[in-house]
């Protein structure tokens, strides 16, 4: 029977809340959990703000130099160093593409030795997914300052930073990607005879291959980004010039160099979204 809501009488929605009380409160210890988790939340977050000394004073203070920084930046000029900051883009550029390409190569092993259905020993298993961590765990730009000490200021120094970094997050996402793989295309592999380098040649590669292009190609957009950033700590690059500038307080040249990083970064993002509609036949879902 249909009950109306003026039909409902009171033993009606006693009998209701009887049946699933939930849904029209939550128990006592529910609400009590619930409402010492927002206080402390509330304690955190004002921790927070008095640790890093937030005051509203500081806010506008800091907008009031911001200001003038960008009445310092205007108009924005090369001041006769267009050569150096393009030959500094285009190291940065190799930083990130050379990077990126040979984390991609060397996460690719790796992410089949870290998948579960390909490697089942635990033990193994464990010990990779553990060394991955470690190496994506570590910030690239940590990676670069220890580079530098290693072999010396330049791009190469950039370039190892991206690697080993890189290496253990792609990894990872290779290996969880191969985990999520449809087993029935590997079945059929191995009922037509298939050895095990077969079996992951036809029946695994062609499914995660697409995810192995997106990722990297995500990863190349990144990394040039953060390739801008590690000239800073002496790993060469565009970064390089722009902490130079701002040394100095060549504010119109650092908004010029920003300008052109900026625009290197949106060509990527278009190039990279025609090549994986080229490679993957699948339309980009970002803006």
């Given at each position: 029977m249909k009950l109306t809501l003026d039909r409902i009488d009171a033993?009606?929605?006693?009998?209701?809340?009887?049946?699933v009380p939930l849904a029209f409160a939550h128990p006592p210890r529910v609400r009590l959990a619930r409402n010492l988790g927002l206080a402390a939340f509330a304690i955190l977050f004002v921790?927070?703000?008095?640790?890093?000394?937030?005051?509203?004073?500081?806010?506008l203070g800091g907008l009031t130099e911001l200001g003038w920084l960008i009445v310092l930046m205007l108009p924005p000029w090369h001041e006769g160093f267009l050569g150096d900051f393009l030959w500094g883009l285009a190291e940065t550029l190799a930083m990130a593409f050379l990077g990126t390409l040979f984390a991609s190569l060397f996460a690719i092993p790796l992410g089949?030795?870290?998948?579960?259905?390909?490697i089942p020993n635990w033990l193994f298993h464990f010990g990779l997914r553990r060394?991955?961590?470690?190496?994506?765990?570590?910030?690239?730009?940590?990676w670069a300052l220890i580079f530098v000490s290693v072999v010396g200021l330049g791009p190469f120094a950039g370039i190892l930073a991206i690697i080993v970094s890189d290496t253990g997050t792609l990894g990872k996402l290779y290996a969880e990607a191969i985990e999520n793989i449809d087993r029935r295309p590997v079945e059929g592999v191995r009922a037509a005879g298939a050895n095990r380098m077969q079996l992951n040649r036809f029946g695994i590669v062609p499914q995660v291959f697409p995810v192995i292009v997106s990722q990297s190609l995500y990863f190349f957009e990144s990394n040039t980004r953060s390739a801008s950033i590690l000239?800073?700590?002496g790993a060469g690059g565009i970064g390089?010039?722009?902490?130079?500038?701002?040394?100095?307080?060549?504010?119109d040249q650092v908004l010029f160099i920003i300008i052109m990083i900026l625009i290197m970064v949106s060509l990527i993002d278009t190039g990279s979204r025609a090549l994986r509609l080229r490679l993957i036949g699948t339309k980009s879902t970002r803006p």
């Open positions: 033993a009606e929605i006693a009998a209701r809340k009887a049946e921790y927070c703000l008095w640790r890093m000394g937030f005051s509203p004073a500081r806010i089949f030795l870290g998948a579960r259905n390909v060394f991955l961590d470690t190496l994506r765990g570590i910030d690239t730009l940590i000239g800073i700590v390089l010039q722009l902490s130079d500038r701002i040394r100095v307080n060549e504010w």
